[in-house]
C-alpha cells in the first residue's frame, strides 16, 4: 500500500507526528511525507492512502503554506471520489472557539470534493497533558486496520 502522509504546520508539530506515525507504520508499505503546500489537488490518486495532519493558527485557519491547497478546492471543486484520506488535528483548547478548525474546514472541504474518509478525524489539544504522539499514533493504528480491511 502507498501512504502519503501530508502535513499543514507553523512550527512543525504535524510534520514530527507525521514522521512518528510512518516509523510506528514499520516495513512493507511505500511511504512519503511532505508539507501539503507542496502538492496540488490533482496531484491526489486512487493508489495512495492519505494521512493528513494539520494544525490550527489565526481565527480558526489552516497553517500559511496549506491554504493555497485548501483555496484551489474551495475554488475549483475537483473531483476527488477517487481519494481515500484520514485526517489529525492539532489545536489548543485555549483557543476553544476554533478547537482544531484547521483539520475540521480541511477534512469537510475533501469530502465535499467526493473524497472518501477513512474512520473519525484525531484530534489532540496542545492543552492536554498527553502528548501528540501518544494520541496520533493509536488513532493511526486503527485508522489502518479499517483502511486495509476496506481494501481487502
Ligand atoms: C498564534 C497561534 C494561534 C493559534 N490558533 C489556534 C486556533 O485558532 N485553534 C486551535 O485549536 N489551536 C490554535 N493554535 C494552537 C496550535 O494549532 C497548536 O499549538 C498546534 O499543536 C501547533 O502545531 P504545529 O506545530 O504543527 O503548527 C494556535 C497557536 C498559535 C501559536
Given at each position: 500500500m502507498n501512504i502519503h502522509f501530508l502535513y499543514g504546520t507553523e512550527t512543525s508539530t504535524a510534520e514530527i507526528l507525521c514522521e512518528d506515525i510512518e516509523a510506528d507504520l514499520g516495513d512493507g508499505f511505500d511511504t512519503t511525507v511532505t508539507s501539503?503546500?507542496?502538492?496540488?489537488?490533482?496531484?491526489?490518486?486512487?493508489?495512495t492512502f492519505y494521512f493528513v495532519v494539520t494544525s490550527t493558527y489565526g481565527n480558526?485557519?489552516?497553517?500559511m503554506a496549506a491554504q493555497p491547497f485548501f483555496d484551489k478546492l474551495d475554488a475549483n471543486?475537483?473531483?476527488?471520489?477517487?481519494v481515500k484520506f484520514a485526517i489529525f488535528g492539532l489545536g489548543d483548547m485555549v483557543f476553544s472557539e476554533t478547537f482544531a478548525f484547521g483539520s475540521k474546514i480541511l477534512m469537510e472541504k475533501l469530502v465535499e470534493c467526493g473524497a472518501k474518509m477513512v474512520g473519525e478525524r484525531g484530534i489532540h489539544d496542545?492543552?492536554?497533558?498527553?502528548?501528540p504522539e501518544d494520541v496520533a499514533v493509536p488513532w493511526a493504528q486503527e485508522i489502518m486496520g479499517l483502511a486495509k480491511a476496506q481494501a481487502a
Amino acid at each position: 500500500m502507498n501512504i502519503h502522509f501530508l502535513y499543514g504546520t507553523e512550527t512543525s508539530t504535524a510534520e514530527i507526528l507525521c514522521e512518528d506515525i510512518e516509523a510506528d507504520l514499520g516495513d512493507g508499505f511505500d511511504t512519503t511525507v511532505t508539507s501539503i503546500g507542496d502538492i496540488d489537488p490533482s496531484d491526489l490518486d486512487g493508489e495512495t492512502f492519505y494521512f493528513v495532519v494539520t494544525s490550527t493558527y489565526g481565527n480558526g485557519d489552516l497553517p500559511m503554506a496549506a491554504q493555497p491547497f485548501f483555496d484551489k478546492l474551495d475554488a475549483n471543486k475537483p473531483d476527488l471520489t477517487h481519494v481515500k484520506f484520514a485526517i489529525f488535528g492539532l489545536g489548543d483548547m485555549v483557543f476553544s472557539e476554533t478547537f482544531a478548525f484547521g483539520s475540521k474546514i480541511l477534512m469537510e472541504k475533501l469530502v465535499e470534493c467526493g473524497a472518501k474518509m477513512v474512520g473519525e478525524r484525531g484530534i489532540h489539544d496542545a492543552s492536554s497533558p498527553d502528548l501528540p504522539e501518544d494520541v496520533a499514533v493509536p488513532w493511526a493504528q486503527e485508522i489502518m486496520g479499517l483502511a486495509k480491511a476496506q481494501a481487502a
